[in-house]
């Protein structure tokens, strides 16, 4: 084992904490995944910034959480001058390279404004969450132009796949010959019949070969960190043969829910419920025919990643390499009668979150139960590259001391996250206005306070009731608890945000002398008060 030269950041998308075997899951084997964690440290209440895509992501990139950063909700663009990992990474020498998806949307805007082309290297950053791209890949590509066409297209079009649209029609479709069927993957129905494509065509090898591809293709031999972004398990929910019928229904677990979870639920929760795709998810035969596809995408994942593991030890990189494991959010898949992600039951906003350390003073294969956010990743890559702490800027904390066996004693005692629903179905039923449908989650060792603009509070207790089934947030009993839980939600509201230009040892190092030897005098009577103060302060 040697330093950190290079840093492998791979995140998957709506892939939930506990669906991998190291994290207890008694029936989807993901030994890969778990090899690593047997290698590194494997954090066990790892929380996202926001339950969904694009903020969550935000925060990855910028070590900031969504109220700090703004962009919070898909599509909303991070606005130009927010730091992303690249802004700190490339001053230390580390190249910073995306292969995959980021859900960024640039703030065109506010580029055109400062006369900054997204065709020039700036601009190209800045459109990118500051990453060079090797290859982007949202991953949603349907006919309806939602998102330009991949390269990924033209790759299949070139393994013979002619179809005009290959992603949707075939990595992403089934085979029918009944002309009432699409086929599409977008419609649960198909979930757990095999995807039109082969194996090895699929989206998650073709990202990891794209990952060999660019070490291949790299000029030079410098640092770099290469944020690798899987597309999948995230819907449509298809998988290609052999992995669409490996799980049956003894292979999963049942829904976590509770028919009291109807009996007057919070209204935020409630509008939820009603939505689309929560019904669709409270029915068993939906869940039971989406769940072989979820599982065995899973499944793809931790054979890549014994396929891209191989490939750094063979290259000599394992050994200087630090390696990240994770995701951007969960899904419910029905748990609380909910489907997707978006609110905070830990389905939803708990994530796992592996990291590999080859540093040799790093702890082998150690669970840490912390509480880590995901902004944490951004300033443990700065310190990881050389750098310094930079919290002014980054608001969350380098997890080196945590991988090393070391918790400082004034770790967090609480997490946050946030979710602003002003774009959904929820806030039209509800009626609220597009800057009044807030919603903040606070979490410390036992309790999880969800703050929500309007409306009463949610509470759960997580020591009586681990699976969040009972709401106490309208319950006399714990009026004190949800007030100091408030406190702690408000106090961090309050926090300075937004002084990101100057340092705070730069604040600290300001003196009155300094003022003075500078010429400006402030409330000095005369020339004789003056002298005696350079006296007092030589």
């Not at 969800?450 to 509070?457: H, I, L, N, Q, S």
């Not at 089934?469 to 009026?479: N, Q, R, Y």
Request: proline share 7%.
């Amino acid at each position: 084992m040697g330093a950190i030269r290079n840093i492998l950041f791979i995140m998957c998308d709506q892939l939930r904490w506990d669906y991998l075997s190291c994290y207890g899951h008694p029936h989807l084997h993901t030994p890969n995944i778990d090899w690593l964690a047997g290698r590194g440290t494997r954090f066990s209440r790892a929380y996202v910034q926001s339950p969904i895509c694009g903020p969550s992501r935000m925060s990855f990139y910028t070590g900031r959480y969504v109220l700090s950063h703004g962009s919070a909700w898909n599509g909303y663009p991070l606005k130009v001058g927010e730091l992303t990992l690249g802004d700190h990474l490339r001053p230390l020498g580390m190249d910073t390279v995306l292969i995959g998806k980021t859900h960024m949307r640039a703030d065109a805007e506010g580029m055109a404004r400062y006369g900054i082309g997204a065709d020039s290297i700036i601009g190209a950053r800045l459109a990118e969450c500051g990453f060079d791209v090797f290859e982007r890949d949202d991953g949603l590509h349907p006919d309806t132009g939602y998102a330009p066409a991949p390269r990924y297209n033209a790759y299949l079009r070139d393994k013979g796949y002619e179809d005009l649209n290959p992603w949707n029609s075939r990595a992403n479709g089934v085979p029918s010959n009944d002309p009432e069927e699409t086929g599409l993957g977008w419609f649960l129905k198909y979930s757990n019949r095999a995807a039109d494509i082969a194996e090895e065509d699929s989206e998650t090898p073709y990202l990891t070969g794209r990952f060999m591809d660019f070490l291949d293709q790299r000029a030079g031999d410098g640092p770099w960190c290469c944020h690798l972004s899987f597309i999948k398990p995230h819907w449509p929910y298809i998988v290609p043969a052999p992995y669409h019928d490996m799980y049956g229904p003894e292979s999963w677990l049942p829904p976590v829910r509770s028919d009291a979870e109807h009996d007057n639920p919070h209204p935020v929760y409630e509008a939820f419920m009603r939505a689309r795709v929560s019904r669709a998810f409270s029915q068993d035969g939906v869940r039971d025919t989406v769940m072989p596809a979820y599982m065995g995408l899973i499944k793809q994942i931790d054979d890549q990643m014994g396929r891209l593991f191989a490939f750094l030890r063979d290259r000599g990189l394992f050994d200087n390499t630090m390696i990240v494991f994770t995701s951007d959010h969960g899904d419910y898949l029905g748990d609380h009668w909910l489907g997707e992600k978006e609110l905070f039951h830990d389905p939803s906003v708990r994530i796992p979150l592996i990291v590999y350390d080859p540093s040799p003073d790093a702890v082998r294969g150690q669970v840490s139960d912390a509480l880590v956010e995901a902004i944490d990743l951004a300033p443990t890559f700065v310190e990881a590259a050389g750098g310094g702490a930079i919290p002014h800027r980054l608001e969350g904390r380098s997890l080196l001391p945590l991988l090393r066996g070391e918790r400082p004693a004034d770790w967090r005692t609480v997490a946050f996250s946030e979710y602003d629903y002003a774009s959904t179905p929820a806030r039209a039923e509800l009626g609220r206005g597009a800057s009044d449908s807030q919603l903040v989650m606070a979490v410390s060792e036992r309790w999880k306070y969800v703050f929500a603009e309007g409306y009463r509070p949610m509470l759960f207790d997580l020591e009586t009731d681990p699976q969040e089934l009972v709401d106490l947030g309208s319950d006399p009993a714990f009026e004190e608890v949800r007030k100091a839980m408030r406190d702690r939600v408000f106090a961090w509201a309050r926090r300075q945000r937004q002084r990101t230009t100057i340092a705070d040892a730069s604040i600290l190092a300001a003196t009155e002398r300094g003022t003075v030897d500078s010429g400006v005098l402030i409330g000095f009577w005369d020339e004789a008060e003056l002298n005696d103060f350079k006296e007092s302060t030589d």
